[in-house]
């Protein structure tokens, strides 16, 4: 009978803990040298690299199309990466809750910098610094576009898929 | 007579070519905004206290500190202290701060003109806070982002375009900021000297333009 109730016990904590890491949400907190990496590396896939942070209204208004995007081509030849501008004070706050409530699996970044004029050109010069921004690259890095604005209804399916031919 | 008329439809054709080749580089002109050099547009817009602010209504200005802003974004709110004190400190010496919302209210209401006022008063905003509704001089001068700033200085009755871009290179903290763009270049300008670092870019949140 003891051991039985262990056995439950181990179970359900076991259980537990299993249901509660997948339902958690994972953000790394970068700095730009990361965030540099994760643009330079070369992939076998298409990389999108989404600016947004929940603050900023048409970035939320914009995400799902990004969400459906990655639901649809990740399995093909897609890497979604969402980096946020949220501040990292509000990442327990603010940013984790707002992933969880959406179910959003894909990479979140929060990317913990100050001084933006030393690295938004280098990301992109044709990059002002407004988000929503979003950087599109081919596998291997042999194509790249940037484009500072936010995506009109179903637009963003038909400016990956031209981008990618 | 028939000379003439034919005289008076050739020159109509030109014009309308010279006319629509204008229309369009005002039109180039107003996507791309203005560079470091350019000659800016003086305005005519709506204060929060209910006035008409222009910049030629101040004669005794060497120029200013124009800083696209809002009622809403975190960076505005931010910065709304140092740009308050930009304001204390620059005004007197002859670059006053003029802020401007250029934010299209139905896609944020909280950037209407009653908002904006409520917004200065409770944060004791030192300078005019005017709102552009057309989003007529945001396009001229071809601001991108809250908050933008755009340095103009006076020289020969013109004004030209001295700055663009942030205020200091930390959003969080004032103290913390290694560089003081605005202040450097205000002090370079008063000095009469040039200003070294000329041009800018930080995160800021996009102004939210009218539907097309």
């Known amino acids: 009978m003891k051991h039985l109730t262990r056995r439950l016990l181990f179970f359900l904590l076991f259980t537990f803990v299993f249901l509660d890491f997948s339902n958690a949400q994972s953000v790394e907190v970068i700095k730009y040298p990361d965030l540099a990496k994760l643009i330079s590396t070369p992939s076998e896939k ?5 600016f947004w942070a929940t603050w900023c209204r048409p970035c939320i208004k914009e995400l799902p199309q990004f969400l459906d995007l990655y639901e649809k081509y990740n399995s093909e030849n897609l890497e979604l990466s969402l980096i946020s501008f949220d501040f990292v004070e509000d990442l327990d706050s603010k940013l984790i809750p707002f992933l969880t409530k959406r179910n959003i699996k894909a990479n979140v970044y929060l990317l913990d910098e100050t001084d933006y004029n030393s690295f938004i050109d280098k990301v992109d010069p044709a990059w002002s610094g407004a988000i929503p921004a979003t950087l599109m690259m081919t596998s291997k890095n042999t194509k790249r576009i940037f484009i500072e604005k936010e995506f009109t209804e179903n637009e963003l399916e038909k400016v990956y898929l031209n981008f990618i031919k | 007579m028939k000379k003439n008329t034919l005289l008076t439809l050739r020159l109509i054709a030109i014009a309308t070519v010279l006319l629509a080749t204008s229309l369009n580089n005002l039109l180039a002109q107003a996507n791309t905004g203005y560079k470091v050099g350019d000659t800016a547009t003086d305005f005519k817009l709506k ?12 004669k005794d200005a060497k120029g200013f500190i124009v800083i696209f802003t809002c009622n809403t974004c975190p960076f505005s709110k931010m910065y709304e202290e140092r740009i308050n004190e930009l304001n204390q400190k620059y005004a007197s010496k002859g670059y006053p701060v003029l802020a401007i919302n250029p934010n299209d209210v139905t896609k944020q209401p909280d950037d209407s003109f009653d908002a904006m006022i409520a917004r200065a008063k409770d944060k004791n905003f030192s300078f005019p806070y005017l709102y552009d509704e057309s989003q007529a001089i945001a396009t001229a001068y071809g601001a991108t982002r809250t908050p933008h ?45 040039a200003v070294k670092t000329n041009f800018t870019k930080a995160i800021g949140c996009t102004i939210k333009w009218k539907e097309a």
């Open chain 1, 46 to 50: 298409n990389k999108v690299i989404n």
């Open chain 2, 47 to 58: 204060n929060v206290d209910g006035q008409m602010i222009s910049m030629a209504n101040y």
């Open chain 2, 149 to 193: 700033v755009y340095i103009v200085s006076k020289k020969a009755q013109k004004l030209i375009v001295s700055y663009i871009g942030a205020i200091d290179n930390n959003h969080k903290d004032a103290d913390a900021a290694s560089q003081k763009y605005v202040e450097e270049a205000v002090n370079s300008l008063l000095a009469g000297k």
